[in-house]
């Protein structure tokens, strides 16, 4: 072990999100002397190879359905040449480098002792660092904050490293022919729709009958059959066996699959994706070391004011597996920082994690907030449950041949005689944007009344969450 060389108020093991903005907190506003170690880029997941290259990679994909409606609005939009991934591709990473200087500058901005690195616990106060140059350093803290985030999960067969994951789909330098995509959850779906209007023939195999099991009934099916319409090609009851390399055919391989319609059946390649789940990122943290508690999925065991079962050991974000949005992360980070650090009015501060609004960047848009229609009928039962809903066509669309236009559709969940609203499911154009507005009125406890008494925007495919009767 490396004598200690550094000793601080608060260490925080990794620097996405949520532990950037714990360490911030506690140091700009509250003079903690704080240290944040980070082994990759700064940013964590979700700045790196998630929500914000993802998003932009969307907004790719809306544009080239944009210019594919184009010609329903009158317009004659001729492309002289396809979607220039590669160039896409290098401006992406130059906007995200760009960030990650930004927040290396915000950590001096307020004070926070950067060091690039991996470290792993060695007692329930001291961390071991190894440096980028392979020295060591030992850091002693007063709290430490464990945020290390996740990584993809691999499945266990035959020819898996032909594949990659959401981390390697921002590797791509060019735009796939054929892709397929397993799982089931909302990287595969996003993933897919925008694969699919970018261009590539898009495979999508699942599991089950349906994707995005864990939205509402009318969000799976909606989305569902939308992506069907669409073109692409979705696997169900599927399995796969093994991947193999194709001869002659650099970075084509054959994917052996079970499914549905077919038993023992192949599909050739130049993409393959895993987006089968996420893993925590604790292989070598040094948690058995401390002492820190994980739950059976490998999650470190936090509760709602993010203490471990070790005093002055804390944990959120992905690592623990409870909500992985970055937005959730940043908060409970926030909050933490003002509990541990901030004035005795602060000293209980902590998220709550209830009615967290949550959006997939689909094609299009779902998103939601509160409880699925089933899991309300569970709690409340089915006679103190009433359901809204709507489906539509959007204006939008109007212009456009039947088999053109794409759905809307909305659902409040309420319960009680008041008709409190403790579920809202939306989906269709706009609804991300739509849904954050929203979210507020059903955060404050809105009811139905609430939403009836707001007067319309018309014409907007919003109003009909205050009209829906």
């Known amino acids: 072990m490396a004598p200690i060389s550094k000793e601080c108020d608060y260490l925080v093991i990794g620097g996405g999100s949520g532990g950037l903005a714990s360490a911030r907190r506690a140091s700009g506003m509250y003079g903690a002397k704080s240290i944040a170690i980070e082994s990759a880029r700064l940013g964590g997941t979700c700045v790196n190879v998630g929500c914000v290259p993802k998003k932009i990679t969307w907004h790719a994909a809306a544009v080239a359905e944009t210019i594919h409606d184009a010609k329903a609005y009158g317009f004659s939009v001729q492309e002289t040449a396809p979607f220039d991934w590669t160039t896409f591709k290098h401006k992406r990473d130059a906007y995200i480098r760009r960030l990650n200087g930004i927040y290396e500058k915000n950590l001096s901005n307020d004070k926070v002792e950067y060091i690039h690195g991996r470290a792993h616990l060695i007692s329930k106060n001291e961390a071991e660092v190894v440096l980028d140059d392979g020295s060591k ?20 067969i035959p020819g898996t490293d032909l594949g990659i994951t959401s981390d390697g789909f921002f590797e791509l330098e060019t735009r796939p022919e054929k892709v397929a995509l397993v799982g089931a959850g909302y990287i595969a779906v996003e993933m ?10 898009t495979h999508l195999f699942i599991r089950h009958d349906k994707f995005l099991r864990a939205f509402d009934p009318i969000i799976q099916d909606k989305i569902f059959t939308e992506y069907q319409r669409q073109g692409i090609h979705i696997h169900t009851h599927s399995t796969q ?12 391989k054959t994917l052996h699959y079970t499914d549905s319609t077919t038993s023992g059946s192949t ?17 070598d943290l040094g948690l058995v070391a401390a002492g820190v508690k994980q ?20 944990a959120l974000g992905d690592v623990c597996g409870k909500v992985e949005l970055t937005p959730v992360a940043i908060a409970a980070g926030r909050r933490l920082s003002d509990r541990l650090f901030g004035p005795p009015q602060l000293s209980t501060s902590k998220l709550d994690y209830s009615n967290i609004p949550s959006v997939v960047f689909a094609h299009p848009e779902v998103g939601s907030i509160g409880l699925t229609e089933p899991d309300a009928r569970a709690k409340f039962g089915d006679h103190n449950v009433k359901v809204y809903n709507t489906s539509f066509t959007a204006l939008y669309y109007s212009m ?38 929203f979210g507020v009125a059903v955060k404050m406890g809105a009811t139905k009344r609430d939403f009836d008494s707001c007067v319309a925007i018309h014409p907007t495919s919003a109003e009909e969450l205050v009209t829906l009767k």
């Open 400 to 437: 456009m041949d039947a088999e053109e236009k794409g759905p809307t559709s909305f659902k409040l969940v309420v319960t009680g005689p008041e008709e409190k609203v403790v579920g809202l499911h939306v989906l269709g154009q706009g609804c991300a944007e739509m849904l954050q507005g």
């Open 267 to 283: 599909l050739d390649l130049d993409c393959l994706l895993w987006a089968i789940g996420r893993s925590p990122e604790v292989e």
């Open 295 to 314: 739950n059976e999925r490998g999650q470190i065991i936090a509760d709602d004011y993010q203490n471990t079962n070790v005093e002055n050991i804390y």
């Open 241 to 252: 066996t093994k991947v193999e390399p194709i001869a002659g055919k650099p970075g084509w």
């Open 192 to 201: 897919a729709g925008m694969f699919n209007a970018l261009g590539s023939e």
């Open 137 to 156: 350093e030992t850091i002693r803290a007063k709290k430490i904050l464990l945020a290390t985030g996740g990584h993809p999960t691999l499945p266990n």
